[in-house]
């Protein structure tokens, strides 16, 4: 069972940018799929940003939310087991609890059913990013 540790949240003024790390251990087979959400209050838990590398593929796939689009990204260190998004051009609106996930993924096509907003069995228990206008 995979175990996920979120940490490099913070509060930045916008405009501003942070780097949120999220470290994976204790899975034993497969690939993983992962991935970030966050909520805000009131809102629905939105999914950003996925990243897959597994058999079969020579670079990494990512997939975004438009509301991140050319602002975020998605890299993945695979010796350090470690995921990391790179947030800039920070924004008010993109004040949440952010999470990552982790979900088994065999292929690429079912990697592509899970990034960025599917279903994932693994979750981290959170980092606050707060945007100051």
């Known amino acids: 069972q995979a175990q996920l540790v979120e940490s490099g949240g913070g509060s930045v003024p916008e405009g501003g940018s942070l780097r949120l790390s999220c470290v994976a251990s204790?899975?034993?087979?497969?690939?993983?799929?992962m991935g970030w959400f966050r909520e805000a209050p009131g809102k629905e838990r939105e999914g950003i940003a996925g990243?897959?590398?597994?058999?079969?593929?020579?670079?990494?796939?990512?997939r975004y939310a438009s509301s991140v689009k050319g602002r975020f990204s998605i890299s993945q260190d695979n010796v350090a087991n470690t995921v990391y998004l790179q947030m800039n051009n920070l924004k008010p609106e993109d004040t949440a609890m952010y999470y990552c996930?982790?979900?088994?993924?065999?292929?690429?096509?079912?990697?592509?059913?899970?990034?960025?907003?599917?279903?994932?069995?693994?979750w981290g228990q959170g980092t606050q990013v707060t945007v100051a206008s």
């Open positions: 996930a982790a979900e088994t993924c065999m292929t690429q096509i079912q990697a592509l059913a899970v990034i960025p907003g599917g279903t994932y069995s693994y």
């Open positions: 990243i897959y590398t597994g058999e079969g593929v020579t670079r990494s796939v990512t």
């Open positions: 204790g899975y034993t087979s497969g690939s993983l799929c």
